[in-house]
């Protein structure tokens, strides 16, 4: 219970996040400066908690360059779902977002030797069918939203797998720590072209948020997949859209269409299917008996 407590206020931390960049985007912020503030944040925080001066054997890496892609890879995600977040409703944006797990399924095969077996695949392309339910390309409803929405997907994804084929080699630290700091270092000339100075006092409290929004709420994740296993937790992550259904509604009037209620519905029921089977074939695995010596 309380695995899926955390779980549940790290989905509302987030979405937080997501309501507070909307709102700084409405009110004339460039998405990739209020990106930019989002990791500035999370680096101090980084800084401060994982206090690499003491330690500094943790944060040595096996691979500088694969480091700042894995980095900017993450800011890619972000700041195209802030760019969707112009467009999109939140409900919209985190039910594509939920398509993520089939995604790095379908990749795992060629990229990681990890092949999903037929049933998996038809969760992919149901999941898909999911996608084109919310974005309905071809009926005058897909949009560049939807275009940054998939960007954001896919650079997540991408991320994902990047962290996998890393985390052998890499220590948790280093992985934590490159992330945060390598789009504040390589975005920081196009600060110029991008950035603002803020004149009102909520606009300073919200851009300060950012980055303690997303450090916490992946604590949260950590400290949730410490006591309680990634499948056991999986089906509660989806639990982010009720939030972003209530904040939608609250701060920006908007409500999900049918079309949105019902692709979110089937992507989920496909993302939680894909958990099923992976528990299946582990339990499987595990229960087989020993070859003979």
């Not at 401060?48 to 993450?74: C, D, H, V």
């Not at 982010?240 to 259904?245: G, L």
Request: hydrophobic share 60%; charged share 10%; glycine share 8%.
């Amino acid at each position: 219970m309380a695995a899926i407590l955390l779980v549940f206020s790290a989905g509302l931390t987030f979405s937080f996040l997501d309501s507070s960049a909307k709102f700084l985007a409405s009110e004339g912020f460039a998405p990739p400066f209020i990106a930019w503030m989002r990791f500035a944040g999370h680096a101090v925080l980084a800084f401060l908690f994982l206090r690499p001066w003491k330690t500094l054997a943790l944060f040595a890496t096996a691979s500088l360059p694969l480091q700042l892609l894995r980095g900017m890879l993450l800011f890619a995600s972000t700041l195209f779902n802030f760019l969707a977040l112009q467009t999109l409703q939140l409900a919209e944006t985190v039910s594509i977002a939920f398509f993520a797990p089939m995604v790095i399924t379908a990749l795992a095969g060629p990229m990681l030797g990890e092949w999903a077996g037929w049933r998996r695949w038809l969760a992919v392309i149901v999941g898909f069918c999911g996608v084109l339910v919310i974005t309905r390309p071809g009926l005058g409803v897909f949009g560049i939203g939807h275009v940054y929405a998939l960007g954001a997907m896919l650079s997540y994804c991408f991320y994902v797998i990047m962290t996998r084929h890393m985390g052998a080699r890499e220590t948790a630290e280093s992985l934590i720590f490159y992330s945060a700091l390598a789009p504040v270092v390589l975005m920081a000339p196009a600060l110029p072209v991008y950035g603002s100075v803020p004149d009102q006092w909520l606009h300073w409290a919200l851009l300060i948020s950012l980055g303690f929004y997303g450090a916490f709420g992946h604590w949260l994740l950590i400290q949730a997949y410490r006591v309680a296993t990634t499948t056991a937790l999986a089906p509660y992550a989806y639990l982010q859209i009720v939030w972003m259904v209530m904040l939608g509604y609250v701060i920006f009037g908007d409500f999900p269409d049918v079309w949105t209620l019902g692709g979110a519905m089937i992507i989920v029921a496909s993302g939680l299917y894909i958990v099923h089977r992976e528990r299946q074939l582990r339990l499987k695995a595990t229960a087989a008996p020993l070859p003979p010596e």
